[in-house]
């Protein structure tokens, strides 16, 4: 199988690359051979073995709009990939992508994972609209990483509308094992020592300081929280500028940390918080990493696959997007009644192995390649 993404480890670790990665991964042990073609901002473009297969890069010359654009060399190395494939598994969005997919026109079969909707790109989403029709349409599947995406995205209820039956709904998922070395190291991390922080009496928030992660909302809930409000990742260090007024001690501002305290933060914390605005959160990877430590979770109502992560009042707490002081709120309820926090991360755990482990995800997958090649062997035998 060849993924087609844009960018991909080691250069940009994020949640959709994490995603392909899984996917590999639990196919790799039923005998599903990975590779995955991205483009790359580095200087050596030597392949990369990794875990889950091979990754393939070509240069990135330019990334207007988060799009990373190749030129000759890209295509010339994606129509390689694409010959010595058995099937090509597409990760929209990437428009790019489907520039690849009609210059080249690969015979091999392809699918689709549609991961999110081109979202607040003004004109430039526009233009490309009709070019997204077009590459949708020439799949032999569209997958929608949860129903509620399914039913809220312009561009899948289109294509359910065109061509019934062509959309289908498998969740994004995580194989435990593939954390067993990260989970491990996070024994030796010390909290206290590392971060100045208690276990079971902070919040915690894990993500990159994109604009669309609602930073600034939880800034604002995080003054009234009754519990610190952690943030990690890359940028985050920014939101504790003194400019920002914050309550001494409401707002714990981490940066970027390694692989194991980011596990090690997840377990002890009460509570993964996820404030996002826009329908950019199509899905959410820390909520299922937060789920399989069998934390409660805190999130907001995007019509995305979020809350079908988290289920409002089961595994957690699902509040307007926005709105600080109902986030305010929740945090204060998860913080003074522990039970109900305790009961809501054994619930959250339980809904990770029923839906979101590295078995469904792979039976899933698995049994879509296999029809997809099967309806493509019949079609060319009778051609």
């Known amino acids: 199988?060849?993924?087609?993404?844009?960018?991909?480890?080691?250069?940009?670790?994020?949640?959709?690359?994490?995603?392909?990665?899984?996917?590999?991964?639990?196919?790799?042990?039923?005998?599903?051979?990975?590779?995955?073609?991205?483009?790359?901002?580095?200087?050596?473009?030597?392949?990369?073995?990794?875990?889950?297969?091979?990754?393939?890069?070509?240069?990135?010359?330019?990334?207007?709009?988060?799009?990373?654009?190749?030129?000759?060399?890209?295509?010339?190395?994606?129509?390689?990939?694409?010959?010595?494939?058995?099937?090509?598994?597409?990760?929209?969005?990437?428009?790019?992508?489907?520039?690849?997919?009609?210059?080249?026109r690969p015979e091999k079969p392809s699918l689709i994972t549609y991961h999110s909707d081109v979202v607040e790109k003004g004109i430039l989403g526009r233009c490309y609209r009709p070019l997204q029709t077009r590459m949708?349409?020439?799949?032999?599947?569209?997958?929608?990483?949860?129903?509620?995406?399914?039913?809220?995205?312009?561009?899948?209820?289109?294509?359910?509308?065109?061509?019934?039956?062509?959309?289908?709904?498998?969740?994004?998922?995580?194989?435990?094992?593939?954390?067993?070395?990260?989970?491990?190291?996070?024994?030796?991390?010390?909290?206290?020592?590392?971060?100045?922080?208690?276990?079971?009496?902070?919040?915690l928030f894990v993500g990159a300081a994109r604009s669309y992660k609602g930073l600034s909302v939880l800034r604002d809930a995080a003054s009234g929280s009754p519990l610190p409000v952690a943030v990690a990742g890359p940028g985050t260090e920014r939101e504790c500028r003194p400019d920002h007024g914050l309550a001494a001690g409401a707002l714990k501002c981490l940066g970027q940390v390694s692989a194991a305290e980011k596990m090690a933060l997840i377990r002890g914390c009460r509570a993964l918080v996820l404030p996002s605005n826009r329908r950019s959160e199509a899905f959410g990877m820390v909520l299922i990493e937060a789920a399989m430590c069998g934390r409660p979770l805190i999130s907001t109502e995007l019509g995305t696959g979020t809350s079908y992560v988290n289920i409002h009042e089961e595994t957690g707490l699902v509040v307007p997007p926005d709105d600080p002081d109902s986030l305010r709120s929740a945090l204060e309820r998860l913080a003074l009644k522990e039970e109900e926090a305790r009961r809501m991360g054994i619930a959250s755990r339980q809904r990770y192995e029923r839906l979101f482990a590295g078995e469904p995800l792979a039976e899933a997958y698995d049994a879509l390649y296999e029809r997809i090649l099967a309806d493509h062997s019949g079609h060319s035998a009778h051609g």
Do not use: K
């Open 1 to 104: 199988m060849l993924h087609v993404y844009r960018r991909y480890f080691p250069d940009a670790p994020g949640g959709t690359a994490e995603a392909i990665r899984q996917i590999a991964l639990v196919l790799r042990a039923r005998g599903v051979e990975s590779q995955v073609f991205a483009l790359s901002p580095a200087s050596d473009m030597a392949p990369v073995e990794r875990p889950e297969g091979r990754v393939v890069r070509s240069r990135s010359w330019v990334a207007p709009a988060s799009c990373d654009i190749g030129g000759v060399a890209a295509l010339s190395r994606f129509r390689q990939e694409a010959n010595r494939t058995d099937l090509i598994h597409y990760h929209f969005p990437w428009p790019f992508a489907d520039c690849l997919h009609f210059a080249i």
């Open 136 to 203: 949708l349409a020439s799949m032999r599947a569209v997958v929608a990483t949860s129903p509620s995406y399914r039913q809220t995205s312009p561009a899948l209820r289109l294509l359910d509308s065109t061509s019934p039956g062509r959309v289908e709904v498998i969740p994004l998922g995580i194989s435990e094992s593939s954390y067993r070395d990260d989970l491990d190291a996070a024994e030796g991390v010390s909290l206290e020592t590392s971060f100045g922080l208690t276990p079971d009496r902070y919040f």
